[in-house]
């Protein structure tokens, strides 16, 4: 956690140390929380509210976060309660640290509380439901402000940063805002074209058309139907062909691609490759 504030901060500490009226300890800003979660494909894509139990160093319940078990803590002789020290750093100007008798704090405790040993602060865990946006990808850290540890003395709470794992999808993958999707033709499909219907994350099937001659490898595109932006609009799906090539032809079929295979016995596919080769 830091100690907030500015270089008004800094300077304000020096010009009005020791005057009355200057005892007064500073509000002290809470401690950052790390923490991890991992989501299935499906929630990132989504958006989900997850479960995050998390420890972090809050107030003292058993001395009310004074350090004192009477409660009644004095004022840092050091730093006159501001939690910071002077320390020179040349050219005429001064910078500041964390007083090193009372950590900071302003506060010294008199009796020191058997839970917190004087700090003031002791270990407490909770649990936090917290609503991870849609459209988060595997390894992104998110910021949640004012859900870390709270604040002392009326200071702000810190910061909770969220590291996100996402489990891999048997079916879609994601590039950048665009899921993606491999799906099986038949040769006759990719040769002479027709319909195919694709299914699409946690919605209805759409149906692309497969124009005649589309190759093996070939990607097209079902708008709208991938990953949430940030301005909440949505990615493309990438659907990639794949020629599904049977294992075992028999009957009807084999003659047919028999007959077929006599008919084109004239076109050589890889003639250009060969040209090519010996071009090089």
Known sequence: GGFGGGIGDVFGGLFNRGGAGT?????????????????SFTEAIEGATVPLRMSSQQPC??????GDKNGTPRVCPTCVGTGQVARGSGGGFSLTDPCPDCK???????????????????????TMQVRIPAGVTDGQRIRLRGKGAPGER???AGD????VHVDTHPVFGRKDDNLTVTVPVTFAEAALGGEVRVPTLGGPPVTLKLPPGTPNGRTMRARGKGAFRKDGTRGDLLVTV???VPKDVTGNA??????????????????????AAKGA
């Open 104 to 126: 900071g704090r302003g506060l010294i405790a008199e009796h020191p509380c058997g839970e917190c040993k004087g700090s003031g602060r002791a270990k407490s865990s909770r």
């Open 61 to 66: 319940k058993a001395c009310s976060g004074t």
């Open 160 to 163: 909770l940063y969220v590291m």
């Open 254 to 275: 084999r003659d047919a691609l028999e007959a077929y295979r006599e008919a084109t016995a004239g076109e050589d596919p890889r003639a250009e490759l060969f040209q």
């Open 242 to 244: 794949e020629v599904s």
């Open 154 to 156: 009326g200071g702000p």
């Open 23 to 39: 005892t007064r300890t500073q509000p002290r800003r809470g401690q950052d929380i790390e923490s991890e979660v991992t989501l």
